[in-house]
């Protein structure tokens, strides 16, 4: 009885589905997004692409639709996230980080009038413009901060987890401290060794609350929302100072009990980019094209001096930014244990 | 004479497989669909979506041609992975390792098949048995564990998974096992030669192949139901998951066999990353999916440990998949998925029991009025 029942269910959800309508796209619909895992509320870089996505949208006065990345999507996933924009008419379409490598490759081949845009990572394809970041420099600016403002000599460092993009944080501090402070020390730790240590909060509140019991005074992290927990366990300890990364986290609505302790951020403007690129498919109709490489140079990325916790040190920072503008200071783009 | 004896021996076939058994049997996955589509539309009601569109939406996508392909690559994998699960189920192994064993086997694998250039009916098995073998060597630990030491294997291989990324984080480096690419921030293994691609079959213009990789997933399949169910060593096993001191009683050796299933348990999760490698990416990235262990926990649920049953639920898991993609596109919580996989689960679990104990009752039914009518036959007699 139970199974007549049931069976029943079955029929009805399946005939009842099949007079429901299919979309058919077309037309041009404004800007298609696909973000990186984490999405929307990451408080870091796929926060920075809304704002840009947002910002343009109603700049415009266009529409636009973003679609989100999830854990343990294969190569299918993602290039049907990037095609299904496409398909449907959206025009630029913009895939957020480096994952998005192969299958935005792919999907710009099968539709060639739409313009992609790729951040961190380069896709070589006439329809394809690449926004990436010279972190290393804004981090190397952090470093000297962080060498500047360290009692201890001793400086930490967190990433959410060991990536090439991640050791660009990384290699860039480590020596924007070292050519500061040779005596320093700078304790590198990773949060995860895969990509969810971008979301584990409570993780890296443990790394820095180790960090700091070792005498750690300064903590630079570039860990997505796992940042968030280094800032909270800093903000405890009297003295010490975080370093924010990619958007402005003393602005962070989310983090504003503890944006006394945030010194500066090493700004990455990935909104400033999306935007830029969005107002050149759309407003200008030529849009930019290649690889697009956003630098201190050009603001690109930078170091904040919001809240003024830094100021008695303006002039160093910004001679070392003219130094690494001039080309006098190679920065590395890696790092090495 | 002859034609007499086919007769007779057919209809003993059909009274062999019992109707109401095979009722039983499809009306516990219905239900359970049934159920879990019913939940389903009620959350999607409290969230004030109109369920019956999403499922339109869901349905009218999933069987689009590239759908198919989509789903039929995709649930190649979960097969697999379904079965690794699976062989361990079988004997009450609870083998949640299959997630760090296949990403092992498939790094390594990987690895040895972009170091060599051989021709592809040399590199290619190469490279499969380099997989199994590490599966199988990763798994053996949490065997080789549980029966010298008493590890439950639950413990022992949750923990196998952590070190197995961290070992593949450590290894994918520049200048250990990796490749960096400094303009597209992509860290792999070195590719695969072209020799080494495992073939694919075509579907037609625009649309991507099926992978070939299909073939082995359906000959793994068919050798999982021979060696299980067919061979005296699928009989030891089954017995072993029954009832240990029975089968220790029969002269079974336990141990040998606790060992023995985790190995083929971890060779099967060798080849779960095999597809992905030899017919799509050609390469171990950083990003290489995972936690398609997991789901192949419930896979191997939902599909009761047999493997026609794991290769429909690994396409319904495809197709559920393939949906979730839609649905976000469409403004729905893609989440919706999720809750509704999570729920089908749940259901199958529930269903399966329910069904169950409505068979024992209709069988004790059937043996009571049976008995009753003999005995009122031999009052008769009598």
Known sequence: MISVAGIAVAALTFSLSACGKSDSGGGDKGVGLAFDVGGRGDHSFNDSAAKGFDKAKADFKIGGKDLTAKDGDTEADRYEKLASLAEAGYNPVIAVGYKYNASLAKAAAKYPDTNFAIVDSVVDAKNVTNLVYTENESSYLAGVAAALKSKSHKVGFIGGTSSPLIKKFAGGYKQGVLDTDPKAKVDVQWVAPDEKGFGMPDKGKDIADGMLSNGVDVIYSAAGGSGAGAIEATAGKKGAWSIGVDSDQYNDPGLAKYKHTIMTSAIKNVDVSVYEFIKSVVKDKKPLTGTQAFSLKDGGVALTYTGGFIDDIKPKIEAAKKDIIDGKIKVTDTYKD | ?382
Request: aromatic letters at 10%.
């Open chain 2, 1 to 382: 004479m002859t034609s007499h004896d086919t007769a007779g021996a057919s209809a003993s076939w059909l009274r062999r497989i019992d109707k109401e058994r095979v009722v039983l049997a499809v009306a516990a996955p219905v239900l359970a669909l049934a159920a879990a589509f019913l939940v389903t539309a009620l959350v999607l009601v409290a969230t004030g979506k109109e369920p019956f569109n999403a499922f339109s939406v869901m349905f009218d996508y999933g069987v689009k041609s590239d759908s198919m392909i989509y789903i039929a690559n995709k649930a190649t994998t979960y097969f697999l992975a379904g079965l690794a699960v699976a062989v361990g189920f079988r004997m009450n192994l609870f083998n949640i390792g299959i997630d760090g064993q296949y990403r092992l086997a498939a790094f390594f694998a990987a690895a040895v098949g972009g170091a060599l250039n051989l021709p592809g009916f040399v590199q290619i098995p190469l490279i499969i048995l380099v997989a199994m073998l590490v599966g199988a060597m990763w798994a053996s630990i949490a065997g080789l564990l549980k029966v010298y030491r008493g590890v439950s294997e639950v413990i022992s291989t949750i923990m196998l998974n952590s070190l197995a990324t961290s070992l593949i984080t450590y290894l994918l480096v520049d200048g250990r096992l990796g490749v960096l690419d400094k303009s597209t921030n992509v860290i792999s293994t070195e590719p695969l030669p072209s020799s080494s691609h495992f073939f694919t079959i075509p579907t037609g213009s625009g649309l991507d192949p099926v992978w070939g990789f299909i073939v082995i997933a359906a000959l793994a399949g068919i050798g999982f139901w021979f060696v299980l169910g067919r061979t005296r060593f699928g009989f030891d096993l089954r017995a072993v998951g029954r009832s240990e001191s029975a089968a220790q009683a029969s002269g079974v050796n336990v141990k040998r066999m606790v060992i023995t299933s985790m190995v083929l348990s971890g060779a099967m999760a060798g080849l779960v990353g095999m597809p992905t490698v030899l017919n799509d990416t050609h390469m171990f990235t950083a990003d290489f999916p995972s936690t398609v262990g997991f789901t192949g926990i419930a896979i191997a649920l939902l599909g009761r440990n047999n493997p026609v049953g794991i290769a429909l639920a690994s396409m319904l898991w495809a197709f559920l998949e393939r949906g979730a993609n839609r649905l976000e596109f469409e403004g729905y919580d893609k989440e919706i998925v999720g809750v509704m996989q999570g729920v089908i689960v749940l259901c199958v679990v529930i269903a399966y029991e329910l069904v169950r104990r409505y068979g024992l009752k209709r069988q004790q039914q059937r043996v009571g009025a049976e008995l009753a009518a003999q005995a009122k036959k031999q009052e008769v007699a009598a």
